[in-house]
């Protein structure tokens, strides 16, 4: 079965889900899991996966081995389609309603090394940024985790000492809870996303 939308009760079971975040509660409405929630996302990523590749549609458990905060579901079911080790393309849905974004998280530290060398590199450097200036002046949001000073063995006066900074590196679009997401034409908003964003996922995955 293709792609068709994902019902109004997916974002209205994460909505009851932050409230009681419990697993009674899970045992409740897992049907409402299966068919609202995880179906259509496996629907979504079978679609896109001729043009971009298998996706990942991470499990609803959350792992509390070390976590302060000890709910046992994840508030959001994400997808993720990786080209290179933690690097790609990701979509989500949750309360809020549907976001996509592209780029690497959670690296290591030779791939942050990797990274790093690239930026420095007058030449690839200059081109990620004009990479990620495109995709700000088309609406996408670049974000991801950054050092708060100069990472070891770079100047603060870098030109190029934001790039430096991330630690993760995303560039991503809000699609809410527009009557869209509730269609088929979300594919084509997420396909449209994802080959937006190649430029900046080619160009990490080659550093």
């Known amino acids: 079965m293709g792609f068709t939308g994902f019902p109004v009760a997916a974002l209205d079971f994460y909505d009851d889900l932050e409230m009681d975040n419990t697993k009674s509660f899970?045992?409740?409405h897992r049907a409402v899991y299966e068919s609202n929630v995880r179906a259509p996302m496996t629907a979504l990523v079978a679609e896109?996966?001729?043009e971009f590749g298998a996706a990942k549609v991470f499990r609803p458990y959350r792992d509390v081995r070390f976590a302060k905060d000890?709910?046992?579901y994840k508030t959001h079911q994400g997808a993720f389609v990786a080209v290179a080790p933690r690097t790609?393309?990701?979509v989500q849905v949750s309360a809020a309603g549907v976001r996509t974004s592209a780029g690497f998280y959670d690296a290591d530290g030779a791939q942050l090394a990797a990274y790093r060398t690239a930026v420095d590199d007058v030449r690839r450097g200059t081109e990620l940024e004009g990479i990620l200036a495109d995709?700000?002046?088309a609406?996408?949001?670049i974000s991801g985790e950054q050092l708060k000073t100069a990472p070891r063995g770079y100047d603060r006066e870098h030109?190029?000492?934001g790039l430096l900074r991330h630690k993760q590196l995303f560039a991503g679009r809000e699609h809410g809870f527009e009557p869209v997401v509730h269609t088929p034409e979300l594919l084509g908003l997420v396909r449209d996303d994802w080959r937006a964003t190649r430029p900046l996922v080619e160009w990490l995955a080659r550093a």
């Open 88 to 90: 790609g393309w990701y």
């Open 159 to 161: 030109p190029r000492i």
């Open 139 to 141: 609406g996408y949001v």
């Open 135 to 137: 995709l700000a002046a």
């Open 70 to 72: 000890k709910t046992p």
């Open 26 to 28: 899970w045992a409740e």
């Open 48 to 50: 896109l996966e001729a």
